[in-house]
């Protein structure tokens, strides 16, 4: 016999002679109260189980549940019961079980949704700021406050950290989230609060100019196991992580007054990064709600000659020199760099001619111009003349995309799938065609599919245009932020912030249906244009 075990609802046995059925027929058939809201055709999720024990005795995901899996954020032991069917000894529990379970059932996104993995957890708070509080302006204290955020989260994202939440005057990030690379994942939240030091220092000038003040910091670092997912309420809901180590992190941070000291990791952390930095004191002390003594370790800096990858170094340098107000400049100059093309009119792409006089000097390059000069300095310095890696920029073109994915990156917008290997035009035959400011949509889209690209694709690229300026102004109300306002604006008033070109995807019904669609839907925007860019910015390869 086939034991099914619904826990918390009935045990049963069934025939193994007789036909498999799927677990929401079973527990139909047995008067079990099981919400399937789309009538078990696997097109909501209201159905869907944990599977205790047995989940081999289960059929394998079918392709629809499959998708639906994906989109969700489901781990392989959340199971449609509509798709699974039973072929052995199977226990599990519905997820689903009344109107709030029902209310919740369609929050989960695809983010991941109850996750364990293992990541460092850094804390930061500002010591004494409640006396900060207290005797400055409700404002000042505001504006101090997103100034000071502002810039301690740009190191945060820079280290391919995710800012958590803000708690008060505290901060709390998550680094590893990507891969399953422990000192990688250490090395960033260590590398993070350094520069958080070092970025507090120009804090704390701006503070004793204008309010005769000034802050200390203190941070936390901790390595371990963490349940990762979206909590809150349905309408309020945000991506988290809970667990023992995330407290053990925030007790570590508020050690750090007691002990004199601005940075302390924990000694799972010291373990994994202890041949990559520099240590200072070490503290035998107890941790609030903790059990026993813990050890932590100060740290002072990286060790010497500890460098960090290829393409990470070259992240951490292309990072600084953008400003957040200049992400569109530098946007644009990766579109205009990947509008190359041969005297016979065929696209070429981003093969580095932007930089010969004859293109870098032409007046609508004059604001580009300085930025490719940076990275031009920043080639010859760091990378010009070393052998070729593929994970290393192997040239100007390269290091051209690589600020380009960046500056999306920096304002808020997705992050670019960026490969390195381009080739630089030696040759300076070669001339940037822009598309031409028209209403025209025929015209607008024949410049695009030279490129190679369909309809959809050029309405998704040029979104581009949410972020920076044109010669009138910026296009949209948020010209520092990478999102959908750009299809947003051009419903709403027809676009008369923007270009003829821009005002032209509402000229025919299929343009101006995926422009809505975009509005509507920002997820599908950001990953339409991920793929759109990283296609644009492709340029010749070895």
């Known amino acids: 016999m086939i034991h099914i075990t619904f826990e918390n609802d009935l045990e049963l046995n ?43 005795h289960l059929s394998p995901r079918n392709e629809q549940e499959s998708l639906l899996a994906k989109r969700k954020g489901f781990p392989e032991e959340v199971r449609l019961a509509c798709q699974s069917k039973v072929l052995g000894d199977v226990n599990v529990r519905r997820l689903v079980i009344d109107d709030s379970d029902l209310a919740l059932a369609g929050t989960f996104s695809q983010e991941i949704s109850g996750n364990e993995k293992s990541v460092a957890i850094l804390f930061s708070d500002i010591r ?33 950290g995710a800012i958590d939440k803000y708690i008060g005057d505290g901060l709390m990030a998550i680094f590893g989230l990507q891969d399953d690379d422990s000192l990688k994942a250490n090395l960033a939240a260590i590398q993070c609060g350094l520069e ?5 220092r120009s804090v704390n000038h701006y503070l004793k100019k204008h309010f005769h003040t000034d802050f200390e910091i203190g941070i936390g670092i901790n390595y371990g196991n963490a349940i990762l997912g979206q909590l809150g309420h349905p309408l309020k809901m945000s991506f988290t992580a809970i667990g023992d180590s995330v407290n053990s992190a925030s007790r570590i941070e508020s050690t750090t007054k007691k002990a004199g000291s601005s940075l302390l ?16 004191r070490t503290f035998e002390t107890k941790l609030k709600g903790k059990q026993g003594n813990h050890r932590l370790y100060e740290i002072l800096g990286l060790a010497d000659g500890v460098l960090p990858e290829n393409m990470e170094f070259a992240r951490f340098k292309i990072w600084d020199l953008i400003d957040l107000q200049e992400t569109g400049t530098w946007l ?5 760099a990947a509008s190359i093309f041969s005297p016979e009119n065929e696209w070429l792409g981003l093969d580095a001619s932007i930089r010969f006089p004859s293109i870098a000097n032409e007046e609508r390059n004059k604001r580009l111009k300085p930025k490719l000069e940076k990275l031009v300095e920043l080639w010859e310095k760091c990378f010009s003349g070393k052998k070729a890696e593929a994970s290393s920029p192997s040239s100007l073109s390269d290091l051209i995309a690589y600020s380009a994915c960046i500056a999306v990156e920096k304002a808020g917008g ?16 070669r001339r940037m065609i822009l598309p031409n400011d028209t209403t025209n949509l025929e015209e607008i889209l024949d410049y695009y599919s030279k490129l190679g690209f369909d309809l959809r694709e ?16 910026s296009f949209t109300e948020t010209p520092y932020i990478f999102n959908n306002d750009y299809y947003k604006d051009l419903l709403k008033d027809g676009g008369k912030k923007m270009l003829d070109a821009d005002r032209a995807l509402l000229s025919s019904e299929d343009s101006r249906r995926i422009v809505l669609e975009y509005a509507l839907n920002e997820q ?7 793929a759109v860019f990283a296609k644009f910015l492709q340029g010749q390869k070895e």
């Open 14 to 56: 069934l025939s193994p002679d007789l036909p498999p059925k799927s677990l929401l027929q079973i527990s139909l058939e047995h008067n079990i109260p099981h919400v399937h809201a789309c009538g078990g055709n696997a097109r909501c999720s209201t159905c869907r189980v944990l599977v205790l024990e047995g989940l081999s």
């Open 128 to 160: 004494r700021f409640t006396s900060f509080s207290e005797s400055h302006l409700p404002y000042d204290v505001i504006h101090i406050l997103n100034r000071y955020f502002f810039q301690m989260g740009e190191k945060v994202l820079k280290y391919e």
């Open 196 to 200: 958080m030091q070092e970025e507090l």
């Open 265 to 280: 990791v924990s000694q799972t952390v010291f373990d994994i990064a202890k041949n990559c930095i520099r240590k200072g």
């Open 332 to 336: 644009q100059l990766g579109a205009h």
């Open 414 to 429: 997705p992050k670019i799938p960026i490969s390195f290997g381009r080739k630089d035009s030696q040759v300076e035959n």
């Open 458 to 473: 050029t309405v998704a690229l040029l979104g581009s245009h949410t972020l920076g300026w044109h010669k009138n102004g």
């Open 524 to 530: 599908k925007f950001l990953n339409d244009f991920k």
